[in-house]
Each structure stands twice: as structure tokens, then as C-alpha cells.
């Protein structure tokens, strides 16, 4: 079994900072992509920000110069630094992982099990 536990979410004013972190746990090969999604009352699910094994990062425009997502492969973690936080950033956080179990096997999806983050104004 595969697990990706979330720490990190909570409560702060706009303009704050907050630091989240995943780390993947169990039996598994390799792992692809890691990165975050979130999710506020009543919309989609959205894609925040992304990070490959060779270290390559995508954002989404609206964290962009604010969200900084990093990893330590050896530790098969994946971080996601908050700053000048916003109101609109409120939202459930889910850490994915793109991950191999077997070799030679395929790259399935795993989720957290999410972290509210909220933002007051």
C-alpha cells in the first residue's frame, strides 16, 4: 500500500504564510510527478502547482511569484510554500503522486487525504 500524508494546513490572515508538506509512504518503485491540488466550496478541483522528478515546476497563473513547490526525492516529500496568502486561497489542499509500485509496472495516482487551508481577511 501506498500512502501520501499531508501536514501543515490551519488558519491565517491574508498576507501570511503557510508551508505544506507530503510525504509518500510504502511499498513503491518510483515517483513521477508530485504536487498539489485544492479545492474551495463549491468549485472544482483545480491544479495549484506540479513538480517532476528532474525538478521542473508549473503553476497555476493564480499562485504564481506567491507558491513555491519543492521535493526531496529522498525522502519522497514535496513541499508547498505559501506566501502573501489571500482570502481566495482558502480551499482544501491534496497533495498527488504519480507513482510506480513494481517495476515495470504502470504509474497510478495517489491522494492525500487533504488539509484546509483558510485565509482570513
Known amino acids: 500500500q501506498v500512502q501520501l500524508v499531508e501536514s501543515g494546513g490551519g488558519l491565517v490572515q491574508a498576507g501570511g504564510s503557510l508551508r505544506l508538506s507530503c510525504a509518500a509512504s510504502?511499498?513503491?518503485?518510483?515517483?513521477?510527478?508530485m504536487g498539489w491540488y485544492r479545492q474551495a466550496p463549491g468549485k472544482q478541483r483545480e491544479l495549484v502547482a506540479v513538480?517532476?522528478?528532474?525538478?521542473?515546476?508549473d503553476y497555476a497563473d493564480s499562485v504564481k511569484g506567491r507558491f513555491t513547490i519543492s521535493r526531496d526525492n529522498a525522502k519522497n516529500t514535496v513541499y508547498l510554500q505559501m506566501n502573501s496568502l489571500k482570502p481566495e486561497d482558502t480551499a482544501v489542499y491534496y497533495c498527488?503522486?504519480?507513482?510506480?509500485?513494481?517495476?515495470?509496472?504502470?504509474?497510478?495516482?495517489?491522494w492525500g487525504q487533504g488539509t484546509q487551508v483558510t485565509v482570513s481577511s
Open positions: 498527488n503522486a504519480r507513482i510506480r509500485r513494481i517495476w515495470y509496472g504502470p504509474e497510478n495516482d495517489y
Open positions: 510504502g511499498s513503491l518503485v518510483s515517483i513521477n510527478t
Open positions: 513538480s517532476s522528478s528532474a525538478g521542473s515546476t
